[in-house]
């Protein structure tokens, strides 16, 4: 009797994560932290010019706006914006990441025949909404909310908008 406890377990339980963690190494997101550094850097060390393609390209609502479609480039204005670049490598990074994860949850998902009790377990995990999936939807959930505020942030940049109280007061309902 104890030997099939052992066996479930921790025997079983033990080996599938040994070989999925080698099949598929953890990922500690370091890959976050390397966008907003070093992309970051990448991206300020762009000239203007390259830049404001760049922004047109990734938010092409922006050409007609105030700045879009004045001829000389406003360095504060494309200094400003920059940040819907970086965010951008982000998503790019992000996506490479849950890719991987997806890859790992499949595998696990393949061995639910041979360890029950990992089947067991993740099953309470998605219904109490504490599993990967959960986490991912939260996270796109998030990203979307950040999306939409810096088009925002990027509209009212472009569009030469002073932020007042009455403004503000729209954000916080928009984002509530």
């Given at each position: 009797?104890?030997?099939?406890?052992?066996?479930?377990?921790?025997?079983?339980?033990?080996?599938?994560?040994?070989?999925?963690?080698i099949?598929?190494?953890?990922?500690?997101?370091?890959?976050?932290?390397?966008?907003?550094?070093?992309?970051?850097?990448?991206?300020?060390?762009?000239?203007?010019?390259?830049?404001?393609?760049?922004?047109?390209?990734?938010?092409?609502?922006?050409?007609?706006?105030?700045?879009?479609?004045?001829?000389?480039?406003?360095?504060?204005?494309?200094?400003?914006s920059?940040?819907?670049?970086?965010?951008?490598?982000?998503?790019?990074?992000?996506?490479g990441?849950?890719?991987?994860?997806?890859?790992?949850?499949?595998f696990?998902?393949?061995?639910?025949?041979?360890?029950?009790?990992?089947?067991?377990?993740?099953?309470?995990?998605?219904?109490?909404?504490?599993?990967?999936?959960?986490?991912?939807?939260?996270?796109?959930?998030?990203?979307?909310?950040?999306?939409?505020?810096i088009?925002?942030?990027?509209k009212?940049?472009?569009n030469?908008i002073?932020?007042?109280?009455?403004?503000?007061?729209k954000?916080?309902r928009?984002?509530?």
């Amino acid at each position: 009797m104890i030997s099939t406890w052992l066996l479930f377990s921790i025997i079983i339980p033990g080996s599938i994560h040994q070989i999925s963690s080698i099949k598929y190494p953890i990922n500690y997101m370091v890959q976050y932290i390397d966008v907003d550094r070093d992309k970051s850097n990448d991206i300020f060390e762009l000239p203007t010019d390259t830049l404001k393609a760049q922004l047109f390209n990734a938010y092409p609502f922006l050409r007609k706006t105030f700045f879009g479609n004045d001829t000389n480039i406003n360095k504060s204005v494309i200094n400003r914006s920059i940040s819907g670049l970086v965010n951008i490598e982000s998503k790019k990074i992000s996506s490479g990441i849950e890719d991987s994860s997806e890859e790992k949850n499949k595998f696990i998902k393949r061995l639910y025949y041979i360890n029950p009790i990992l089947a067991f377990h993740n099953r309470i995990n998605s219904i109490a909404r504490n599993d990967y999936y959960s986490y991912l939807n939260h996270r796109k959930y998030i990203q979307s909310i950040i999306d939409k505020k810096i088009e925002l942030i990027l509209k009212d940049t472009w569009n030469n908008i002073t932020v007042d109280k009455e403004i503000y007061a729209k954000y916080v309902r928009t984002f509530k």
